[in-house]
């Protein structure tokens, strides 16, 4: 492998193994990968993109204290650092800290306005807390940029049905399986609809 060339010929050359590492991580050999992210910020404690490797790799590994730690690394080293702020984010989020990672939602979404990732997480935590209508606009946003999101379809419909809005919901969970045929949620969903005989 190239990769692995340039990392002998330069060991000490940072953004080498931080290309090896995400070359290793796409092929699933995560722990190696970490083994070069942590090499690339040990050279260079400045990089934010191999904090940022290195946190997903963790988070991979269901080491959510570990990622957490280097994302915010990398959102300290680079505050306009959308991708590491959503990611930073989501592991907040799954480590059940909802508010401080609809906190970096926001930022990362301040930094990239059309970042489609960051509107549906920011939309599914304001549906955890019970802000149904923000969720809404975060989930139309995402589909005005990605129109054919399945998921974000899905739980656009899933807080129209919380809103009332029983038409409009079934509109989204068609959109969702036009996409994704074998999406079983969306179809239970759909099914559950039509067998309530709301008024669509």
Avoid: C
């Avoid at 970096?104 to 549906?120: G, M, S």
């Avoid at 304001?126 to 209508?133: D, E, F, I, K, V």
């Amino acid at each position: 492998m190239q990769l692995e060339q340039a990392v002998r010929i330069k060991p000490e050359f940072a953004g080498a193994h931080n290309n090896l590492g995400l070359a290793l991580q796409q092929t699933g050999k995560i722990q190696e990968a970490i083994t070069h992210f942590e090499q690339a910020v040990r050279i260079s404690p400045g990089y934010a993109e191999a904090h940022n490797n290195l946190g997903v790799a963790w988070v991979r590994l269901d080491k959510l204290q570990e990622a957490t730690g280097h994302f915010e690394q990398a959102v300290r080293i680079s505050p306009d650092y959308a991708e590491a702020h959503n990611n930073l984010g989501n592991a907040l989020n799954r480590a059940g800290r909802l508010q401080d990672a609809i906190g970096h939602y926001e930022q990362a979404l301040r930094f990239k306005p059309d970042y489609v990732e960051a509107h549906y997480n920011l939309g599914a935590a304001l549906a955890r807390t019970g802000n149904t209508p923000a969720a809404i606009a975060h989930y139309e946003q995402a589909l005005r940029i990605q129109p054919d999101f399945a998921q974000a379809h899905y739980y656009l419909g899933i807080a129209l049905e919380q809103t009332g809005k029983f038409r409009e919901a079934a509109g989204h969970y068609e959109q969702a399986l036009r996409i994704k045929p074998d999406y079983a949620a969306a179809r239970n969903a759909l099914a559950r609809l039509q067998l309530a005989s709301k008024p669509l």
